[in-house]
């Protein structure tokens, strides 16, 4: 592997484990029990994006479409919810959250979002209910409290215009939901999206009187641009004069990984860009995302020959490893365990 610049210091006081989805590289994402293996894997925050059901309510899923996620598809009685939308300028066939009431999502079951690579996940199918962002919260409540230690939680706002633009905004139902629960009026909270408007409405709305809420800035691809801001690309927020923009609503920022150290033509790491650095000096602290521990996965650097979906834990401690050196803040892993012991040392 090709050696980098020399270690770089975070700006955090530690490094934090964040469980992607719960532990999504070993159950079916988006679960209680993935929530569960990421906190007894030793996650320091774990992750829920939320969507809206039809009434409203706050549910956990990776997209507002669920023909990936669930069993929808096996249950005739819903299709004719089959449809096809436009969502943040992407047209998309499927069955969708706003579609149904919570007590409708409440008998379906989900399903292994990539079952060609996750082939064991795929035997959990049917076994595990769609979460409520309510019932995340008192899992991971009373989990935090049976093991001593705060567990910290970082939802992400999905899709916040399109919500918007149907009548079913999210923003203020998060802080309710938040504000409800006595767990997440103290415990660290870091709510995410890859908009700007919304972060900005939460940043006023939340003041100085909730410490324990911080705001991350998620970034997709550089060419790409946020869904309600067309006119700046994400490669212009990550530039210096961006970073400090971002600063005045946001903690921090949330790249791809590949924003940090990209891949070259061999798909070997390549030198690390300055983005954690720039950022580190606009005062925002990095969180990448996504560490997965299948060779499918991983830089050339760090694959074993075995399969493309089979699991390479070395390598992809090694990966991390490599990431934390640039001088990262936190990160994103589908797999805390491997996380955990890549920032450890063991």
Do not use: C
């Amino acid at each position: 592997m090709t050696l980098h610049a020399e270690s770089v210091r975070p700006i955090a006081a530690r490094v934090l484990v964040i469980g992607h989805r719960g532990a999504s590289a070993l159950r079916p994402e988006h679960t209680l029990a993935s929530y569960a293996v990421a906190i007894e894997d030793g996650a320091d925050f774990v992750e829920p994006d939320l969507v809206s059901t039809k009434d409203g309510v706050l549910v956990i899923r990776h997209e507002n479409e669920i023909g990936g996620t669930t069993d929808v598809a096996s249950h005739p009685e819903f299709a004719a919810r089959r449809t096809t939308k436009t969502v943040d300028g992407v047209k998309i066939d499927g069955w969708f959250t706003e579609d149904f009431t919570l007590a409708e999502l409440k008998t379906l079951r989900a399903r292994e979002r990539l079952p060609e690579i996750r082939k064991r996940n795929a035997t959990y199918d049917g076994q595990f209910a769609v979460p409520t962002f309510d019932e995340m919260i008192e899992f991971v409540a009373a989990e935090a409290s049976a093991r001593g230690r705060v567990i910290g939680i970082i939802p992400e706002i999905k899709h916040a215009t399109y919500f918007h633009g149907i009548g079913l905004p999210m923003e203020d139902k998060v802080l309710a939901t938040l504000a409800a629960h006595a767990y997440t009026r103290s415990a660290p909270v870091e709510i995410q999206s890859f908009e700007v408007g919304n972060l900005k409405y939460l940043h006023d709305k939340l003041g100085k009187n909730h410490p324990n809420v911080r705001l991350l800035q998620l970034m997709d691809d550089a060419t790409e641009h946020p869904a309600d801001q067309p006119g700046i690309t994400y490669g212009a927020m990550m530039t210096p004069a961006g970073l400090k923009t971002i600063r005045a609503y946001a903690d921090a920022i949330g790249p791809s990984t590949r924003s940090i150290i990209p891949l070259g033509k061999d798909g070997k790491l390549a030198p690390a860009s300055s983005l954690v650095k720039d950022a580190h000096a606009a005062g925002l602290e990095v969180h990448p995302y996504t560490f997965r521990p299948e060779n499918h996965f991983l830089a050339a650097d760090f694959r074993n020959g075995a399969g493309d979906a089979e699991r390479n834990e070395e390598g992809s401690v090694s990966e991390i490893r490599a990431y934390l050196a640039t001088g990262i803040d936190a990160f994103f892993t589908d797999d805390p365990r491997l996380g955990r012991r890549a920032v450890d040392g063991r």
